[in-house]
């Protein structure tokens, strides 16, 4: 069932990168980067905790090394999602800059974090906690700023200004950068709370059952989300457009 999942993942978020690999566009190449390398990462990851139970990696072998190359997977796209938000959104912001530079510092130190911390072979490390964080900061950056641009591009279609397939596609972009945020968030909630108190997961069948469910339904949805922002079927297409026409015709 591992190996199946991490496939599935890998498909999945490294399609995307293959379709946009030969862009001249510098953030359509950033993007690839990050699908690329998440598609790496959390599939790596996936080898490295097979284990053991929801969120805890065996020790030593083959896990501890592809847990490793696993969160550096992740660091790489962690950089590259900053990269690409600021690119996109922000490209004359120097705040925005500054959060691009500061998030990509963080996800290099804490990824070198995790090997002093033991991080790659214990789950509960600091480190790891930590590295999430920053990672769950860029998808929670992203999402903050397709949301906005979604509601501008709502707006302008309103008026006839803007075109209706762009802008579903930036609700897409709300919809799986915001799945993985509230997601990333949620574990790291429960990863935390579990440490103040000292209680298991494993102590809580039916916690560990909410979390597992809503981790579920937020990759599903996210990766639903993702597939129609670049395989969209010619049917949904045309349900973007028949919807857009029968509201204008409304108004």
């Known amino acids: 069932d591992v190996y199946k999942r991490q496939i599935l993942v890998f498909v999945m978020l490294a399609?995307?990168?293959l379709r946009?690999?030969?862009?001249?566009?510098?953030?359509?190449?950033?993007?690839?980067?990050?699908f690329l390398a998440a598609a790496f990462g959390i599939a790596l990851r996936l080898v490295g905790v097979r284990n053991g139970p929801l969120g805890a990696a065996a020790e030593g072998g083959l896990d501890a090394f592809a847990n490793a190359f696993g969160h550096l997977g992740l660091a790489v796209a962690c950089i590259a999602l900053f990269s690409f938000t600021r690119m996109v959104f922000r490209p004359t912001a120097p705040w925005a800059r500054w959060v691009q530079r500061v998030g990509a510092v963080g996800a290099v130190l804490t990824f070198g974090a995790l090997f002093l911390d033991q991080g790659v072979v214990r789950e509960e490390a600091a480190s790891v906690l930590v590295a999430n964080s920053v990672r769950a900061a860029a998808f929670a950056w992203c999402f903050a700023e397709s949301l906005r641009y979604w509601q501008l591009m709502r707006r302008r279609l309103a008026m006839g200004l803007a075109d209706p397939v762009v802008a579903n596609r930036f609700g897409l972009?709300?919809?799986?950068?915001?799945?993985?945020?509230?997601?990333?968030?949620?574990?790291l909630s429960s990863r935390i709370g579990s440490?103040?108190?000292?209680?298991?997961?494993?102590q809580l069948p039916n916690a560990m059952l909410v979390v597992r469910l809503f981790v579920v339904a937020c990759i599903a949805a996210s990766m639903i989300s993702?597939?129609?922002?670049?395989?969209?079927?010619?049917?949904?297409?045309?349900?973007?457009?028949k919807r857009n026409a029968d509201r204008t015709a409304e108004a």
């Open 195 to 202: 440490i103040l108190t000292g209680i298991d997961g494993q």
């Open 15 to 17: 399609a995307p990168a």
């Open 20 to 34: 946009i690999r030969r862009s001249q566009n510098s953030a359509e190449r950033t993007i690839a980067g990050f």
């Open 226 to 241: 993702i597939w129609l922002s670049f395989f969209p079927p010619s049917r949904y297409l045309d349900w973007i457009e």
């Open 173 to 187: 972009w709300s919809v799986w950068t915001g799945c993985l945020s509230a997601m990333m968030f949620f574990v």
